[in-house]
């Protein structure tokens, strides 16, 4: 399968193991990723705060650039890209005067039919695969499948979940071997780009992220988004009672790396704060 891919700032900054794993585990998977040539930032998170002309067109160019180099789908890994860009196609095709309005700013030809895709949704559907070439048994972890705010809504941009029941993150872990516990705190905001500028709010949220899945069972929060793991993970000395353990924050990409057998040190584990090798090499020995 070939698939377009964005990458975006993150993913070649502070979200490098996000990259490194997901190329990992695609080629892993028979996934062809090409990156798009000449790909710019989407304008997330400021730009819809401040034009909403350019948060438009912003993604549009990328979804421009796709079309031009024959993709029909593009996957952009990173929650706040994803939205970004199924917005700008969501809101260009809802009104054309705004497309007129985009078409000019672009100043290029654009069409706006490709699709766009999130980490969770492709290796949702590469699930049986992953289940087939699984070599490393999971089946002794718990983890908690945190969604967030921006990754299943809103509900009539993105579309590919229930917004308030989503199933699809589950359903990658069980593919693993692993078990999704059931929590309370999935869908709910971790302070997004708040993490320099209200510190303090980003704090309060994930240590109620944190003691939820504690509570549930967990020994890890699994997240498709960079700036929740930054937030989790990161953040997370800040977030711990005095005698409690930290709870790795590991990409969807990365349990689902383990799974296949691969490094740590391929799915970039080295790069965290809350160390995720330990639980990486417990389930080394535990073979399928």
Request: glycine share 6%; hydrophobic share 45%.
């Amino acid at each position: 399968m070939r698939i377009g891919y964005y990458p975006g700032c993150s993913l070649h900054a502070t979200a490098r193991e996000l990259d490194e794993s997901l190329r990992a585990v695609a080629s892993a998977l028979d996934l062809e990723l090409q990156e798009l040539d000449d790909w710019s930032c989407c304008g997330a998170t400021s730009a819809h705060a401040t034009n909403h002309l350019l948060s438009l067109a912003l993604p549009a160019r990328n979804l421009a650039l796709a079309e031009a180099q024959g993709h029909d789908r593009v996957l952009a890994p990173c929650a706040a890209c994803y939205n970004r860009l199924a917005t700008a196609r969501h809101g260009i095709a809802a009104d054309s005067a705004v497309a007129a309005r985009v078409a000019r700013v672009l100043d290029r030809p654009f069409a706006n039919r490709v699709a766009v895709a999130n980490l969770v949704e492709v290796l949702r559907e590469l699930g049986p695969t992953i289940k087939a070439k699984t070599v490393r048994s999971l089946a002794s972890l718990k983890v908690a499948c945190y969604y967030g705010c921006l990754l299943v809504r809103p509900a009539e941009v993105v579309g590919f979940d229930d917004p308030e029941q989503p199933t699809s993150m589950e359903e990658v872990v069980r593919a693993t071997g692993a078990t999704p516990v059931a929590w309370q705190m999935r869908l709910e905001c971790c302070g997004g780009a708040f993490s320099l500028a209200r510190t303090a709010s980003v704090v309060r949220l994930g240590r109620a992220i944190l003691d939820d899945a504690r509570r549930a069972g967990a020994e890890a929060l699994v997240v498709a988004c960079p700036m929740c793991h930054s937030n989790l993970d990161f953040r997370q000395s800040a977030m711990l009672e005095r005698g409690e353990k930290p709870l790795p924050v590991l990409y969807l990409s990365e349990l689902v790396g383990l799974a296949l057998g691969l490094a740590p040190g391929t799915l970039g584990l080295q790069r965290h704060f809350v160390d995720a090798r330990p639980l990486a090499a417990r389930t080394a020995a535990e073979v399928r």
